[in-house]
């Protein structure tokens, strides 16, 4: 079962169940046994291998990626835990299930994006060194705006029209050259956000009510 989520459930995202990932590998390995509680199993493990032609449909970037180019991705699994009972496992009931992951979440949704951790592509030897996202400050700004306007049109049924009635007029922006500006838009709004990289070269970025977070191409 493969699944396609143009954008998240929060904001409106409509899963595609019919989609399909033509050229898919996948392997488990199982260290021990399947459903046997009399023994003591080492460990399984699980491979995907996904074909980059799949990921280029939706990617807006280079795919295969470049030496440096810098992804975000999380990897989820979902456990319940069991006790045995006439030599078989049973799940323990009334529990919730417990949710690991490869980079922390910081909520139970994986349909968060901003959350991923990131993935640097080299085509060197293991080790390179990782170089931390200069639009970061940008990415942590709009998300705020963005999250503080989804509660702000739950109890007010509009969108805010300034930092001011999200309560944000007198927070610190750091590594931003300015508050964000937030612009109504016939969908609802817009943030925008500028930063300096080390050649002190400007970058502006925009978030949009449906969390979709992009850097405006100068024209």
Do not use: C
């Not at 033509?22 to 003591?40: E, F, H, M």
């Not at 922006?173 to 002190?200: E, H, L």
Request: no cysteine; net charge positive; hydrophobic share 35%.
């Amino acid at each position: 079962w493969d699944l396609f989520l143009p954008k998240p459930y929060k904001d409106g995202g409509r899963a595609d169940n019919s989609w399909e990932i033509p050229g898919l590998k996948t392997a488990v390995s199982v260290r021990g046994t399947l459903g046997d509680p009399s023994n003591t199993d080492s460990g399984w493990s699980v491979e995907i291998a996904i074909p980059w032609a799949v990921l280029a449909k939706s990617a807006n970037r280079p795919s295969p990626p470049r030496p440096g180019d810098q992804w975000r991705v999380n990897f989820s699994r979902v456990e319940w835990q069991h006790r045995v009972e006439d030599g078989k496992y049973r799940k323990v009931p009334k529990l919730r299930e417990d949710n690991w992951v490869w980079s922390p979440q910081g909520i139970i949704d994986m349909h968060r994006p901003e959350m991923w951790g990131y993935v640097q592509f080299s085509d060197g030897t293991t080790g390179t060194r990782f170089q931390p996202d200069p639009s970061w400050p940008a990415r942590v700004a709009l998300m705020t705006v963005y999250h503080h306007q989804k509660s702000f049109v739950r109890k007010h049924k509009k969108w805010a029209g300034s930092l001011g009635e999200l309560g944000l007029a007198d927070k610190k922006w750091p590594g931003v050259i300015a508050a964000p500006k937030i612009t109504p838009t016939d969908t609802g709004y817009v943030a925008t956000v500028s930063i300096k990289t080390g050649n002190q070269r400007s970058r502006e970025f925009q978030v949009r009510a449906d969390s979709r977070l992009t850097e405006i191409t100068p024209d």
